[in-house]
């Protein structure tokens, strides 16, 4: 699958796709969306997250996704789900894919767009499962379905948390999304997982899955998903630039309240120190002949034999914060 190169098909085609999905004759349109998902099945250029990217805008811009014929929803649908079949191993295509769906399509000002959009999005989970998804994505605009004006809407809304709840077999991760939902759409919820409380059957695989398992055992979907929050962190990390404590340490009140006898100025100094160390988990330069961080340790040392438990606690943090982060 996905061997041919489009231009050897026809001169300029991974640039034409996109094109022909804006034809506004309503016959025209069908056989241009039937031809862009042989093209998704078929041909390299459709792998790329730009191309899907491109598609996919094509398509929620268009005339596709507000159109009135089934004819054109059912091959609009087919196209869509195609497009995540093919996304692959570690791309971007399906978070870009659902975004576009997000922001053009379930936040449009159609409401009809908005009632086909959020039935895509169902469609696609139940189509290839809850794992195929990023699930905080899939949290994110589960909770903006079920908020909507429009109670089909807010049920497809319903309806996605439940198959999320059965796929964790909790509704633990759900757990912040469920508490802000209306009470008759808890019930809704708790209903729809009482009655099935296994995930739904994937359909399909996402191509670069083929040939693995879709049956997981709970314990082992939890384990999935924590491997992936932590591979998720750690590149997270790995982007963010390093803090040079000793730049940003002038601006704040710590060198000052440190040398005050005040318990409370020397754990507001201590404060200011690890606040001086960004966000979780914490990145720090690496020593240098300009980043010394022995003065730090002279400082934070005498601290932790202070008499009060709250300077001991915060130097003691501040410890940590260093350890961590260098």
């Known amino acids: 699958q996905n061997q041919l190169e489009g231009q050897y098909v026809?001169?300029?085609?991974?640039?034409?796709?996109?094109?022909?999905?804006?034809?506004k004759n309503a016959v025209a349109l069908d056989a241009a969306i039937s031809l862009s998902t042989l093209y998704a099945d078929s041909c390299i250029g459709a792998c790329s997250v730009e191309a899907a990217t491109h598609i996919m805008l094509s398509l929620a811009k268009g005339p596709a996704f507000s159109s009135s014929r089934?004819?054109?929803?059912?091959?609009?649908?087919?196209?869509?789900?195609?497009?995540?079949?093919?996304s692959p191993e570690g791309?971007?295509?399906?978070?870009?894919?659902?975004?576009?769906l997000f922001q053009n399509g379930i936040k449009s000002?159609?409401?009809?767009?908005?009632?086909?959009?959020?039935?895509?999005?169902?469609?696609?989970?139940?189509?290839?499962?809850?794992?195929?998804?990023?699930?905080?994505l899939l949290i994110t605009h589960s909770e903006h379905l079920t908020a909507h004006s429009s109670a089909e809407v807010r049920e497809i809304g319903i309806n996605i948390m439940a198959e999320i709840c059965?796929?964790?077999?909790?509704?633990?991760?759900?757990?912040?999304?469920?508490?802000?939902?209306?009470?008759?759409?808890?019930?809704?919820?708790?209903?729809?997982?009482?009655?099935?409380?296994?995930?739904?059957?994937?359909?399909?695989?996402?191509?670069?899955?083929?040939?693995?398992?879709?049956?997981?055992?709970?314990?082992?979907?939890m384990a999935a998903l924590k491997k992936k929050q932590q591979e998720d962190e750690a590149k997270r990390l790995e982007k963010r630039a390093a803090v040079n404590l000793f730049q940003v340490l002038p601006h704040t009140c710590y060198?000052?309240?440190l040398k005050l006898e005040k318990w409370s100025e020397k754990v507001a100094a201590l404060d200011a120190l690890i606040e001086a160390g960004g966000e979780?988990?914490?990145?720090?330069?690496?020593?240098s002949s300009s980043v010394d961080y022995l003065p730090l340790i002279r400082d934070l040392k005498p601290l932790l034999g202070h008499t009060h438990f709250?300077?001991?606690?915060?130097?003691?943090?501040?410890?940590?914060?260093?350890?961590?982060?260098?």
């Open 10 to 23: 026809y001169g300029h085609l991974d640039s034409i796709i996109p094109q022909i999905l804006k034809e």
């Open 70 to 86: 089934s004819s054109t929803l059912a091959l609009t649908e087919d196209l869509f789900l195609k497009l995540i079949e093919i």
């Open 91 to 100: 791309s971007q295509t399906i978070d870009s894919v659902l975004d576009i």
């Open 109 to 136: 000002r159609k409401p009809k767009t908005v009632v086909f959009s959020a039935k895509l999005l169902l469609k696609s989970v139940r189509v290839f499962g809850v794992g195929s998804f990023s699930t905080p």
């Open 166 to 221: 059965r796929y964790f077999g909790s509704k633990t991760p759900l757990r912040a999304s469920v508490d802000k939902l209306k009470s008759s759409q808890q019930s809704q919820l708790n209903n729809l997982v009482d009655n099935q409380h296994h995930p739904t059957q994937p359909q399909r695989n996402l191509r670069c899955k083929a040939g693995e398992p879709t049956n997981l055992s709970p314990e082992e979907i």
């Open 255 to 257: 060198k000052e309240k």
């Open 280 to 287: 979780q988990p914490y990145k720090l330069c690496s020593p």
């Open 310 to 326: 709250a300077v001991c606690s915060k130097a003691l943090a501040a410890f940590g914060m260093l350890a961590e982060g260098v």
